[in-house]
């Protein structure tokens, strides 16, 4: 058997386009512009690559982009002042905070200062609580992304065995509770679990987030199963050059799996897409208007 491979670029351009419509529509109906701020203190080089490549794709769909950028010394306060001022500002929909955050911030005091209207990360303990109740919620990006791609593959999800492995808050937990909500029977593994192997056999659905290169074997994946690879690592080639990887071996999962995404060009482009339709999401909802599908 050889997987199919679920398109994770082209779904993601599908999704814009049609935030790009419902924005068209928000300007000529009623004058509203969605606005996304993202934030980001410090350096860090893989920091800026996301907060780029978030910015281009928010202004492609007409919606309004700002950026702030920190010193990677800014104090508490003066992050904690940006956000109560982007909180206020009605022109900006979404707010998101790059993660990591320099060792000198309190991340969760900093995530839990954000308006959990705005919070289109979904990291807000509020939205998190409320996912977790099965109530209207902000979702996590990288995990509703992966919902998403699985809903469109397979329709209905119910009554699936699906494995996340991985139990970080913004990946693995959500992901389950996404699964969880889509009725599947739901296993989350991490690094203590014992005999992981015999688990992932187990699995119709297999969500690896884990972060570390290739891990997941072909041998481990039940014949048929849906592979989700929301791992990104970068690893060195025999000839020294890098490329980036995903937590499954995709070459020996590909031949077990019904259906696999790729990385690149799987989980990745449907995280930002899924930040822009949280946004235009969050704007509809402020303003009392019907919010897209
Ligand atoms: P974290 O490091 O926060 O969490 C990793 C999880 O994997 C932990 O729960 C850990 O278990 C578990 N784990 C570690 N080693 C093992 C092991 N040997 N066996 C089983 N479980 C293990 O990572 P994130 O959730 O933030 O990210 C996971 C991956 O997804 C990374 O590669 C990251 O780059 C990628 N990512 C991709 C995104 C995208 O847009 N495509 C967005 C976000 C992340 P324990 O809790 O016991 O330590």
């Known amino acids: 058997m050889t997987a199919q491979v679920i398109d994770g670029k082209a779904f993601a351009a599908e999704v814009r386009g049609k935030v790009a419509e419902h924005v068209t529509r928000l300007k000529e109906k009623h004058d509203l512009v969605p606005g996304l701020a993202v934030v980001l203190v410090g350096e860090d080089p893989a920091s800026q690559v996301y907060v780029r490549s978030k910015g281009k794709q928010t202004t492609e769909v007409g919606m309004k ?17 940006l956000i109560d001022k982007l909180n206020k500002d009605d022109s900006i929909h979404g707010i998101l905070v790059q993660l990591p955050l320099p060792k000198h911030l309190n991340e969760d005091l900093v995530i839990n200062s954000l308006d959990p209207a705005k919070d289109v990360d979904g990291f807000h303990i509020s939205n998190v609580g409320l996912l977790g109740t099965g109530q209207k919620s902000m979702v ?55 005999d992981l192997a015999d688990v992932v ?37 025999d000839d020294g050059k890098t490329k980036l990887v995903g937590d499954v071996d995709y070459e020996s ?41």
């Open 201 to 237: 056999r187990r699995a119709d659905i297999v969500v690896a987030a884990v972060g570390r290169p290739e891990m997941v074997p072909g041998d481990w994946i039940k014949e048929g199963a849906t592979v989700i690879d929301v791992g990104i690592n970068r690893i060195e080639k």
């Open 65 to 81: 982009s700002v950026e702030h950028k920190l010193d990677a010394d800014t104090s508490e306060a003066d992050l904690l002042a």
């Open 140 to 194: 996590p990006c990288t995990p509703l992304g992966c919902l998403m791609m699985l809903r469109h593959h397979h329709g209905s999800l119910s009554g699936m065995d699906a494995v996340v492995i991985g139990r970080s808050n913004i990946v693995g937990k959500p992901m389950a509770q996404l699964l969880l909500g889509d009725s599947c029977t739901v296993t989350i593994a991490h690094s203590r679990t014992k």
């Open 253 to 293: 999962c590909a031949k077990r799996a019904g259906a696999i995404t790729p990385v690149p060009g799987g989980v990745g482009p449907m995280t930002i897409a899924c930040l822009l339709a949280n946004t235009l999401t969050a704007a509809c909802r402020a303003n009392g208007l019907d919010e897209p599908e």
